[in-house]
Antibody, heavy 115, light 110 residues
Framework: EVQLVESGGGLVQPGGSLRLSCAAS????????MSWVRQAPGKGLEWVAN????????YSLDSVKGRFTISRDNAKSSLYLQMSSLRAEDTAVYYC????????WGQGTLVTVSS | QSVLTQPPSASGTPGQRVTISCSGS????????VYWYQQLPRTAPKLLIY???QRPSGVPDRFSGSKSGTSASLAIRGLRSEDEADYYC???????????FGAGTKVTVL
């Protein structure tokens, strides 16, 4: 059974940093693109970033470029999102999803940016 | 303002057919696959349709997708109370080099 479990969310002050993790199991992690998608409270889905199988190709939303970095560790079957210079508008539930299309999603982890 | 345009709401009575539209441009729907997701209240999104019209295993055949040019649609046949959810279309956008979502359509079963 495919499982994606996010962790690392929490309350952080504006300008602060946070690292999200996504532990994958039930499939060959190194064979898939992986993505991060977020959802602000009461709002729709917003793609954040994705990364190819070996980490050599990455894409990210313009508003997070230079602040967020997606990475992966295939040996640990884990996906990461390093977030810095956080802003109030980054407040959202962050989902980890398999593949660019998101055929499987985690349950999400809440990031709240507030003073 | 989302790159993909969806109606904010749709509704129907049980058993009816409901259709949700998704309008884009040449850089997204016009040149890439469309995907549809269902998000039930307080849950993570679930892939409903991939590559325009394909259903993942476990998705009822009451759900169907289609695409023509820069427009796509999701149809729900035989509407049920458990179909009450938010539905999102999405596609890769070549100009933005990113994945774009529609703003979502809330389906209400009357």
């Amino acid at each position: 059974e495919v499982q994606l479990v996010e962790s690392g969310g929490g309350l952080v002050q504006p300008g602060g940093s946070l690292r999200l993790s996504c532990a994958a199991s039930g499939f060959t992690f190194s064979s898939y693109w992986m993505s991060w998608v977020r959802q602000a409270p009461g709002k729709g889905l917003e793609w954040v970033a994705n990364i190819d199988q070996d980490g050599g190709e990455k894409y990210s939303l313009d508003s997070v470029k230079g602040r967020f970095t997606i990475s992966r560790d295939n040996a640990k079957s884990s996906l990461y999102l390093q977030m810095s210079s956080l802003r109030a508008e980054d407040t959202a539930v962050y989902y980890c999803a398999r593949d660019v299309s998101g055929d499987y999603w985690g349950q999400g982890t809440l990031v709240t940016v507030s003073s | 303002q989302s790159v993909l345009t969806q109606p904010p709401s749709a509704s129907g009575t049980p058993g009816q057919r409901v259709t949700i539209s998704c309008s884009g441009s040449s850089s997204n729907l016009g040149s890439n696959y469309v995907y549809w997701y269902q998000q039930l209240p307080r849950t993570a999104p679930k892939l409903l349709i991939y590559r325009n019209d394909q259903r993942p295993s476990g998705v009822p055949d009451r759900f169907s997708g289609s695409k023509s040019g820069t427009s796509a649609s999701l149809a729900i046949r035989g509407l049920r109370s458990e179909d009450e959810a938010d539905y999102y279309c999405a596609a890769w956008d070549d100009s933005l080099s990113g994945f774009v979502f529609g703003a979502g359509t809330k389906v209400t079963v009357l």
